[in-house]
């Protein structure tokens, strides 16, 4: 089955503790994309990746990194998570073609920062 | 920078009614457009696109939406409601090939989203 898959899809932590959210696509696409999505801001693009290693700033990238190192993998990192960081986060991939992204979002995970 | 609004946060319809939902962006060039669904507790799935052409695009799930360049406007609309339908709609814009090769040619810009509730 074509999917994106998340894990974990919940997740507490404390202030300054390192985490990882991996994001991982069945489908050969090229482009993947984080957003966080918080109650009143819609969805907001944290970072996105048109290919293995070309990775571009979103909209709000402070506080997170991002590795293409494989086509199929876009994991999400944070250092060093702070409360402001404590959101819905969704991975999203999606073919190229011509910048037309019909994005295919995964279940989305949802982090807790105390 | 591109900007998306949807200025009606919550609508509430009954069901079988018509229903419009508003979305206006703010952009130079004409850009990809975008509406999306999410039901509670899911990820999103898309509803309907526009690139170029017919300004008047069929989605699935009986959606449609008209792009108005002179009002800057890509509404989504149903003809009768179905309880369903009760989720919450973003609406989003991607700049296109107007920027191909930019700085923002990835990028994905979503509105605040509208929030549907059907009434039996």
């Known amino acids: 089955e074509a999917q994106v898959t998340q894990n974990p899809r919940y997740l507490i932590t404390v202030t300054g503790k390192k985490l990882t959210v991996t994001c991982s696509q069945n489908?050969?696409?090229?482009?993947m994309s984080w957003y966080r999505q918080d109650p009143g801001l819609g969805l907001r693009q944290i970072y996105y990746?048109?290919?293995?290693?070309?990775?571009d700033k979103g909209d709000v990238p402070e506080g997170y990194k991002v590795s293409r190192k494989e086509k199929r993998n876009f994991p999400l990192i944070l250092e060093s998570p702070s409360p402001n960081q404590t959101s819905l986060y969704f991975c999203?991939?999606?073919?190229?073609?011509?910048?037309?992204?019909?994005?295919?979002f995964g279940p989305g995970t949802r982090l807790t920062v105390t | 920078a591109q900007s998306v609004t949807q200025p009606d946060i919550h609508i509430t319809v009954s069901e079988g009614a018509s229903l419009e939902l508003r979305c206006n962006y703010s952009?130079?060039?004409?850009?990809?457009l975008f509406w999306y669904v999410q039901s509670p507790g899911q990820g999103l799935q898309l509803l309907l696109k526009?690139?170029?052409?017919?300004?008047l695009v069929q989605g699935i799930k009986g959606f449609e939406a008209e792009f108005k360049r002179s009002q800057s406007s890509f509404n989504l609309r149903k003809p009768s409601v179905h309880w369903s339908d009760a989720a919450e709609y973003f609406c989003a814009v991607n700049p296109g090939l107007s920027n191909a090769g930019g700085t923002s040619y990835g990028k994905l810009t979503f509105g605040q989203g509208t929030i549907l509730t059907v009434h039996p």
């Open positions: 526009y690139f170029s052409g017919d300004t």
């Open positions: 999203a991939s999606s073919p190229p073609t011509s910048g037309r992204y019909e994005q295919y």
């Open positions: 952009y130079g060039a004409t850009p990809y």
């Open positions: 990746s048109m290919n293995v290693e070309v990775t």
């Open positions: 489908m050969n696409h090229e482009y």
